[in-house]
């Protein structure tokens, strides 16, 4: 039984998409002693997990040469090694149509190929940050339309990531993982495969409950985000310093939560999953306007950083066309190499239109594909700072000399509070 086989960690497992999600989890389980074969349909990285690379920042190479040479980790392109296997997480991307609503296509590849090697006393996961309803409405149909009874024959659950990459102290295996299954049966095996590898497990009562848990946190996020960069936007305009307003809230000790601003979201869950449960609400005939004005809020950030530039090259008598701006860490969040949704492409975007000319130093991402046209990061040197008209910082890494940016006594527009202690005419903040 399948039971035994979880507890046993005789199960072979399989993990459908190896990016951000996919392989630390399947590290996870290969480092507990699961047999783990990982799935993804780019060659590429498949080739370089099986040479012992990695190209996640969080899931060190050594990690997956260990898992080689002790025979719990394979990757593979094909498909067909889901019949071997009793248990399936699926990890692959949701992301949002230009429409803004959800794109399940390659969901969809996955539970199709799951389908044609599904068989009796199999696990099926859904990892991957959907809207509530997905499991039940699109995932299930497709299983049991082999002819296999959920609940009895094969177990279906859905269980949403919760990956913070570049976070040091939660990680993958001690993040609380929520888990709802369609049937009582299939909360079970999904709960009792987790507990063999990761830490506290958490059941719900449904897939739908599970769904709109990952839809609640980082809603919560993207509407305080949002509430704190309206207040920034008003402060600007009253004169105020918005950084030392949040500190200073901050030292209640009840009632209050910090959230900062920033340039604008960044990464594969706050600018998209609000977006999911307010699609999803449309479908009930619920207007979610808070989420709605949120996202409108958070979206205009990176227009608000370019209009600080077009103030600090003012000050200095230049237009933006032809002056030299240098971006200051393009990844979302510090010390990080992850640029997926990052603020600063939207920044150089916009100052590309105004026909500035760009360059970038970030210690985390060497080379940067946006819109038509690649960079490559710089050493930021005294000859850079003095080279430039304006600077532009839209991530804090701690490794960043910022004392020497200051020193430069170009224009800066300081986005992150990086620049916290420092004075001068030249800094404009957010």
């Not at 190896?18 to 996870?28: F, T």
């Not at 990982?38 to 050594?62: C, H, M, R, W």
């Not at 809230?249 to 209050?256: R, V």
């Not at 603020?343 to 985390?364: H, V, W």
Request: glycine share 8%; net charge negative; with cysteine.
């Amino acid at each position: 039984m399948l039971k035994e086989k979880l507890q046993s960690k005789e199960a072979r497992l399989a993990v459908i998409g190896l990016g951000y999600v996919g392989l630390p989890l399947s590290m996870e389980f290969a480092r507990s002693g699961f047999h783990v074969v990982g799935i993804d349909t780019d060659a590429q990285k498949v080739g370089l997990l099986n040479e012992g690379e990695s190209y996640i920042q969080d899931v060190p190479a050594e990690w997956i040469r260990d898992a080689l040479d002790a025979g719990t980790f394979e990757a593979t392109t094909d498909f067909s090694a889901l019949q071997t296997v009793d248990a399936v997480d699926i990890c692959v991307p949701t992301p949002l149509r230009k429409t803004r609503d959800p794109d399940i296509s390659y969901v969809r590849a996955a539970v199709a190929d799951i389908a044609r090697f599904l068989h009796p006393q199999m696990l099926v996961i859904l990892d991957s940050t959907t809207y509530p309803g997905t499991t039940d409405e699109v995932i299930l149909s497709s299983l049991e339309a082999t002819g296999l009874k959920v609940g009895e024959d094969f177990y279906l659950a859905f269980s949403p990531e919760r990956v913070d990459p570049g976070n040091e102290k939660w990680n993958t295996r001690n993040i609380p993982k929520v888990v709802g299954g369609v049937t009582p049966a299939c909360t079970e095996h999904a709960a009792l495969l987790y507990s063999q590898a990761l830490g506290p497990v958490v059941p719900v009562s449904s897939t739908k409950v599970a769904e709109m848990v990952k839809l609640l946190e980082n809603t919560f996020r993207s509407v305080n985000i949002g509430l704190v960069n309206e207040v920034a936007l008003m402060c600007d305009r009253m004169g105020i310093d918005v950084w030392e307003v949040i500190d200073a809230a901050a030292t209640k000790p009840f009632g209050f939560m910090p959230f900062y601003p920033g340039p604008g979201l960044g990464g594969h869950c706050i600018p998209i999953d609000p977006f999911y449960l307010s699609w999803k609400a449309k479908e009930s005939g619920f207007e979610a306007r808070f989420i709605e004005l949120a996202g409108v809020i958070n979206g205009s950030m990176p227009y608000h950083v370019v209009s600080k530039v077009v103030d600090g090259l003012n000050e200095d008598g230049k237009p933006v066309k032809g002056s030299k701006i240098l971006l200051l860490g393009v990844a979302y969040k510090e010390d990080i190499d992850d640029v997926r949704e990052a603020p600063s492409l939207d920044i150089m975007k916009l100052l590309r239109e105004k026909g500035a000319i760009l360059s970038y130093s970030d210690p985390f991402v060497s080379t940067l594909y946006q819109g038509g046209f690649s960079l490559t990061s710089q050493e930021l040197t005294p000859e850079l700072l003095g080279d430039v008209d304006c600077i532009v910082i839209t991530t804090a890494h701690s490794s960043i000399d910022y004392q020497a940016v200051v020193d430069a006594g170009t224009p800066i527009v300081d986005t992150r509070n990086a620049l916290k202690g420092f004075t001068g005419d030249h800094i404009l903040k957010l």
